[in-house]
């Protein structure tokens, strides 16, 4: 069965999880009912395009375990998305939540288009007949999508209004990252970029880094990785590279973010900002410097350029940007204080778990309140694993992991197996 799954991504996740499963010794029996989604569905999309021709779409949902209550995680609109790596990140999403203690298991989900390349009207279309194929598996007590790669709040509403048409009154908690008049949370848009700004500070305090001697590069400059720069910079770290999907721009002297975001208002692109110069997303991940932020997709950091980075605190914003090959080369390197995915970027789905809870109670929460709890529960996390990590001499990673994946583990042990 698991053959379905087969990808690059979906096997790294597998290589992970088997790592941990080795390391606490699980049962067979339960490393396999563990490890495999719970149920994954694929949906064909057709849509009427602008020209009037019918395009159809693949689209994809997968929910990992609902030991813990409903599944919660992302829907991603990009070209290369497969059943593979959305399955892949459902599981890193049930660990993530697990680690966290959110009472959620993983979900992921998305459509195979490239968003840039389609209208607003075609993107409604493609979004709201999505969601309608997938509204028997989707809800509030059963699985709630957010925003990822290539999604916005736009997208969420408009999911939302098509389940609440379905249903027949308005149920914003059927998704998070919504927009806040419709029932959003203050803080969900920022919420994954400061989260990884935060655990980076931690790290630096760890690290004994001063944050106005050092320096930073963002791989991927999307909603989580302007963010995290934009946040850095208020710490007083000086941001020498960013980059997009096209390409990055380097400035050695530090690039002004608020100049910076201004450019991308007017040109929306960060192309041609002044005073900089062009560099590609490969050569930007070798800069010196103190803090790397892979924040774009999987894959980024492989045992190709892993012995190459030049960091002091890897701070891993996107999911799965290194490889289990990497890892092992990483893990020769005490140099480098690495940040695992499942905590670094944990602060989106800590911030739409609180988004979901001010829908059901219809009784919602200031920025402050929200930014707070956000950091009290990022800080458990932190504190819980880089105390594992040092107490049973584990990398970060397989602490990390430890402790999402035994908590699942025990669920669904304690839940017992239904004949």
Not at 125 to 140: H, K, V, Y
Not at 403 to 412: E, F, H, Q, T
């Amino acid at each position: 069965m698991m053959d379905v799954y087969k990808n690059p991504t979906f096997d790294m996740a597998c290589e992970q999880f088997d790592l941990v499963a080795d390391l606490l010794q699980l049962p067979q029996s339960e490393r396999e009912r563990v490890k495999r989604p719970k149920r994954s569905l694929v949906v064909s999309i057709p849509v009427r395009m602008d020209d009037g021709q019918v395009k159809v779409f693949s689209g994809y949902r997968v929910q990992h375990h609902l030991s813990l209550g409903p599944t919660k995680g992302g829907m991603r609109f990009h070209p290369d998305v497969t059943l593979g790596e959305v399955a892949a990140l459902a599981m890193w999403m049930s660990w993530k939540c697990a680690l966290t203690g959110l009472p959620y298991g993983g979900a992921k989900g998305g459509v195979a288009c490239d968003p840039r390349t389609l209208s607003a009207g075609e993107l409604e279309r493609l979004t709201r007949r999505f969601t309608q194929e997938i509204i028997p598996f989707i809800g509030p007590q059963i699985d709630i999508p957010a925003p990822d790669v290539g999604t916005n709040e736009q997208t969420m509403a408009w999911m939302m209004d098509t389940y609440s048409n379905d249903i027949g009154h308005s149920v914003p908690g059927v998704v998070t990252g919504k927009p806040v008049n419709l029932g959003g949370s203050l803080g969900r848009r920022e919420a994954t970029g400061r989260g990884v700004a935060f655990l980076v500070s931690r790290a630096m305090d760890v690290m004994g880094i001063e944050a106005s001697k050092s320096t930073a590069v963002v791989q991927g400059f999307g909603n989580v990785g302007c963010v995290a720069a934009q946040s850095m910079a208020k710490q007083g770290i000086k941001i020498l590279a960013v980059s997009d999907v096209d390409g990055g721009i380097f400035n050695p002297n530090g690039i002004d973010m608020t100049a910076l975001d201004q450019h991308m208002i007017t040109h929306r692109s960060i192309h041609g900002f002044p005073g900089t110069t062009s560099i590609n997303n490969a050569d930007l991940l070798l800069i010196p410097c103190d803090i790397l932020v892979p924040a774009a997709l999987e894959r980024q950091i492989t045992g190709e350029n892993a012995a190459r980075i030049q960091c002091r605190i890897l701070a891993e914003a996107a999911n799965g940007p290194t490889t289990p090959d990497a890892d092992v080369i990483i893990n020769q390197r005490p140099e480098i204080f690495l940040i695992p995915d499942i905590l670094c970027n944990a602060g989106g789905v800590v911030v739409s778990y609180f988004e979901w809870v001010q829908d059901l109670q219809s009784f919602f929460w200031s920025e402050a309140e929200v930014m707070d709890k956000l950091y009290r529960i990022l800080e458990t996390a932190f504190s819980q694993t880089f105390n594992m990590a040092k107490q049973q001499k584990l990398t970060m990673r397989m602490a990390a992991l430890s402790l999402g994946v035994k908590r699942v583990a025990d669920a669904k042990r304690m839940r017992g197996l239904f004949p």
